[in-house]
């Protein structure tokens, strides 16, 4: 089956620490990979988007996110965390068959000062 | 640049009562999607709809209903609610095609 899994439920770091979330898809094509931010309460936020192209994908907020067909994986990284960053991450992706958007289980990003 | 909206931002209602939650859609855009996201949860597709029409369905129970209108606007109708079926509720649109779903700022359904 299409899925996307994120293997880690909850992630604290330092600010000003380094950040690596994890994201891991199964596919049978390469599928179009999206990474959203949601604060308690409130909506998505779109950080960044994988459709082809270029493997490094920049997006909002100084995220950055590498798409690598050899681990199946899409990883969203950010240099320096801030206390801000803190909030719960969703990898999602679909085939572009209906563009119907399966979301992994999320990973919750807490900030030690 | 116009987004999706939804309405109403918050709902309260009693076990057993009917609630409607309104999508609409960016414009131009055909395809509404419907998602459930209870607390603690990742969003969850419920359905659909391209062209009016609907073209996926995914973990929507048979107490609701959903059409897209002739305007593209879309509702979600939950009749005989549930303590369960708090949550929030997202609206999302895109182009058949396009890649990207575009979401709306969510519904929040509070079942008491």
């Known amino acids: 089956a299409q899925s996307v899994t994120q293997p880690d439920i909850h992630i604290t770091v330092s600010e000003g620490a380094s950040l690596e979330l994890r994201c891991n898809y199964s596919y049978g094509a390469t599928p179009y990979l999206f990474w959203y931010v949601q604060s308690p309460g409130q909506g998505l936020q779109l950080l960044l988007k994988y459709f082809s192209g270029d493997t490094l994908v920049q997006g909002i907020k100084g995220f950055e996110a590498e798409f690598k067909r050899s681990q199946s994986s899409f990883n969203l990284r950010k240099p320096s965390v801030h206390w801000s960053d803190a909030a719960e991450y969703f990898c999602?992706?679909?085939?572009?068959?209906?563009?119907?958007?399966?979301f992994g289980g999320g990973t919750r990003l807490m900030v030690k000062p | 640049a116009a987004g999706v909206i939804q309405s109403p931002r918050h709902l309260i209602k009693e076990k057993r009562e009917t609630a409607t939650l309104k999508c609409y859609p960016i414009p131009r855009h055909d395809t509404v999607y419907w998602y459930q996201q209870g607390p603690g949860q990742d969003p969850q597709f419920l359905i659909s709809f391209y062209e009016k029409m609907q073209s996926d369905k995914g973990s929507i129970p048979d107490r609701f209903s959903a059409q897209q209108f002739s305007d593209y606007h879309s509702e979600l109708n939950m009749s005989s609610l549930e303590l369960g079926d708090s949550a929030l509720y997202f609206c999302?649109?895109?182009?058949?095609?396009?890649?990207?779903?575009?979401f709306g700022e969510g519904s929040r359904l509070t079942v008491l």
């Open positions: 999302a649109s895109s182009s058949q095609y396009a890649g990207e779903l575009f």
């Open positions: 999602a992706g679909h085939n572009n068959a209906g563009n119907m958007l399966t």
